[in-house]
Nanobody, 125 residues
Framework: QLQLVESGGGLVQPGGSLRLSCAAS????????IGWFRQAPGKEREGVSC????????NYADSVKGRFTISRDNAKNTVYLQMNSLKPEDTAIYYC??????????????????WGQGTQVTVSS
């Protein structure tokens, strides 16, 4: 059974940092591009960042450029999202997703075949 499990969410003060992990079971992440998405209450799910199969390609939403860093460790079958300088507007449920091939961009939800259950990130003082 193919499964993605996110972890690392929590409550953090503005300006703080968190590192999210996306661990795969039942399949090898080497063959998949991975995306991170988030959904705030009352809003649509939006693309945050994505990384190609080898890790050589990455992309970021404008709202997180310079603050978030995506990386992958294929030996651990895990993808990470390092989030620094967090803002209250980063508060959302964060999801990771996997796809073997995406189309023109890896930051759209429709490109992905497999999704995790999400982890809550709350940025508040």
């Amino acid at each position: 059974q193919l499964q993605l499990v996110e972890s690392g969410g929590g409550l953090v003060q503005p300006g703080g940092s968190l590192r999210l992990s996306c661990a795969a079971s039942g399949f090898t992440l080497d063959y998949y591009a991975i995306g991170w998405f988030r959904q705030a209450p009352g809003k649509e799910r939006e693309g945050v960042s994505c990384i190609g199969r080898s890790g050589g390609y990455t992309n970021y939403a404008d709202s997180v450029k310079g603050r978030f860093t995506i990386s992958r460790d294929n030996a651990k079958n895990t993808v990470y999202l390092q989030m620094n300088s967090l803002k209250p507007e980063d508060t959302a449920i964060y999801y990771c997703a996997a796809v073997k091939r995406y189309g023109s961009t890896c930051l759209i939800t429709g490109a992905y075949d497999y999704w995790g259950q999400g982890t809550q990130v709350t940025v508040s003082s």
